[in-house]
């Protein structure tokens, strides 16, 4: 599946913001994918951010976002979106979505573990 997300932007502490993951499925359906965004900020490795379900009907966040992220997708519209709310500078980051059909639930928040992977789009939050 080729993905591309984008959607970033610059916005002010506490502000909001909504990337979108659009996907080109082939030879799998997007269902097939479970998906996952992560982000690397200056100087840092590659982090989880969350994940969802081939269903959408489970995620799992980092504690970082936990209740300030949603992580929802749309399999008929072969999109998956990450909903920012209440950015902290430290959100700065390059995003990343990320899929794969075959990982397995333990491995979801090991980048390695995914076999395709959008080009990144840039957040930037500003104090």
């Known amino acids: 599946v080729q993905l591309q997300a984008f959607g970033g932007g610059l916005v002010q502490a506490g502000g909001s913001l909504r990337l979108s993951c659009a996907a080109s499925p082939s030879g799998r359906t997007f269902r097939s994918y479970r998906m996952a965004w992560f982000r690397q900020g200056p100087g840092k490795e590659r982090e989880f951010v969350g994940f969802i379900e081939r269903s959408g009907g489970n995620s799992l966040y980092a504690d970082s976002v936990k209740g300030r992220f949603t992580i929802s997708r749309d399999n008929a519209k072969n999109a998956v979106y990450l909903q920012m709310n209440s950015l902290k500078p430290e959100d700065t980051a390059v995003y990343y979505c990320?899929?794969?059909?075959?990982?397995?639930?333990?491995?979801?928040?090991?980048?390695?573990?995914?076999?395709?992977w959008g080009h990144g789009t840039q957040v930037t939050v500003s104090s």
């Open positions: 990320a899929g794969d059909a075959s990982i397995i639930y333990s491995s979801i928040g090991d980048y390695t573990k995914y076999s395709n």
